[in-house]
């Protein structure tokens, strides 16, 4: 066995991300929300599974990220840490979990750690949450940071347009980025903001920067997993690549089946006892 295969083998932690940063390799990220995904990915290899709140929308039907509970994120979370041997698994922490109140911080990251085994939490924003950050961070618990367009202020923002176009706000995410840093995350998450930006953020910071819609300049992709297997078809932002159309492959083999109950080939002497 070569020593790359016995690295890939290798549990991936906080510390092993850094290291992947130091070296030029490059991170892959994908979400996860259910037990039998959360095998596929890990088995194959995924260096972070991230049990997203980006479940209130494909798992649940939200149009936003908000309406999903702690206790939902937990349940998700508990079914991925089942499957995961290899990959890091970080889980968000949901809309009203965290912001305003560091105690209430604390008390959902502990929850989150204790009830469901999650690696990791990530949450959303910069300078505004740093006390929920570092109370968190303070009881031993890793956490990933997100900046740029961040979906649990989409209410404030008003659309998912790309963030930190003007100079104020690009100035304002870097400074953030910086102080994540400083106070003890251990990566952080771009979403969609200009690849330039994003990629001067990567090459100030020794933490790892991840992007979703950040271009290429960055230490690491995410995606999600429906989005990027083509379950879910209504959404088609530029930074999505398609690796399969799951949803046309599913359509025919329940079709397949339909048609089989329906004229008795199925099931066959054979699948009968």
């Known amino acids: 066995m070569s020593t790359n295969t016995t690295d890939n083998a290798r549990k991936v932690t906080t510390r092993r991300l850094v290291e992947m940063k130091q070296r030029g390799e490059k991170i892959s990220m994908l979400t996860a929300y259910d037990f039998s995904s959360a095998k596929i990915l890990d088995e194959a290899g995924i260096d972070v599974i991230l049990v997203g709140d980006s479940a209130s929308n494909v798992m649940a039907g939200n149009v936003t990220t908000l309406p ?20 890091l698994v970080v889980t968000d922490m949901p809309f009203g979990s965290y912001q305003g109140n560091p105690m209430e911080a604390l008390a959902s990251a502990i929850r989150i750690m204790k009830e469901s085994h999650s690696e990791a939490v990530k949450m959303e924003g910069g300078s505004e949450i740093r006390e929920s950050v570092e109370r968190i961070l303070s009881a031993g ?8 367009l961040t979906p649990q202020s989409i209410n404030k923002f008003g659309t998912y347009n790309v963030r930190a176009r003007e100079e104020a706000e ?75 159309d799951l949803a046309g492959i599913m359509t025919e083999a329940v079709q397949h089946y339909i048609a089989d109950v329906k004229s008795s080939d199925f099931p066959s002497p054979e699948e009968s006892y």
Do not use: W
């Open 170 to 244: 690009a100035k304002k995410l870097l400074e953030d980025a910086k102080m994540l840093e400083e106070v003890g995350c251990f990566a952080i998450v771009l979403e969609k903001i200009p690849a330039e930006l994003a990629a001067k953020v990567a090459s100030e910071l020794t933490i790892p920067v991840i992007g979703i819609g950040a271009g290429g300049g960055v230490d690491g992709q995410v995606l999600v997993m429906h989005d990027m297997l083509g379950i879910n078809q209504g959404f088609s932002p530029r930074f999505l690549r398609r690796y399969a």
């Open 141 to 148: 618990i890793p956490v990933m940071g997100h900046l740029g």
């Open 68 to 87: 999903i509970t702690l206790d939902q994120m937990i349940y998700h979370a508990k079914s991925v840490m089942k499957a995961t041997r290899r990959a």
